[in-house]
Nanobody, 126 residues
Framework: QVQLVESGGGLVQAGGSLRLSCEGSGRTFSNYGMGWFRQAPGKEREFVARISWSGGSTLYAESVKGRFTISRDNAKNTVYLQMNSLKPEDTAVYYC???????????????????WGQGTQVTVSS
């Protein structure tokens, strides 16, 4: 059974930083692209960033480009999201996502996600 467990969320002031982690188990983690999505209250879940199975390719939503960095350590079965220069509009529940199919880029659409983490709350105060 695949499990994705996120950690690292919390409350931070605008301009601050947080690093989210997502550890996977139950599947060969290094074979799958990974992504981060977020969902604010009353809004749909949206793509934030994705990384290919090898870590060689990344992609970001325009709203976070230049502020967030996605990375992975396949030896630790973990994907990270480093978030800098946080803004109040970054407030949301952040979800780790594993691609449905192996050996491709990470998911950018919810339909491409095979497994979700439980989510971790990020709150940015102004």
């Amino acid at each position: 059974q695949v499990q994705l467990v996120e950690s690292g969320g919390g409350l931070v002031q605008a301009g601050g930083s947080l690093r989210l982690s997502c550890e996977g188990s139950g599947r060969t983690f290094s074979n799958y692209g990974m992504g981060w999505f977020r969902q604010a209250p009353g809004k749909e879940r949206e793509f934030v960033a994705r990384i290919s199975w090898s870590g060689g390719s990344t992609l970001y939503a325009e709203s976070v480009k230049g502020r967030f960095t996605i990375s992975r350590d396949n030896a630790k079965n973990t994907v990270y999201l480093q978030m800098n220069s946080l803004k109040p509009e970054d407030t949301a529940v952040y979800y780790c996502a594993m691609n449905r199919v192996a050996y491709v880029f990470g998911p950018t659409e919810t339909d491409a996600v095979g497994y979700w983490g439980q989510g971790t709350q990020v709150t940015v105060s102004s």
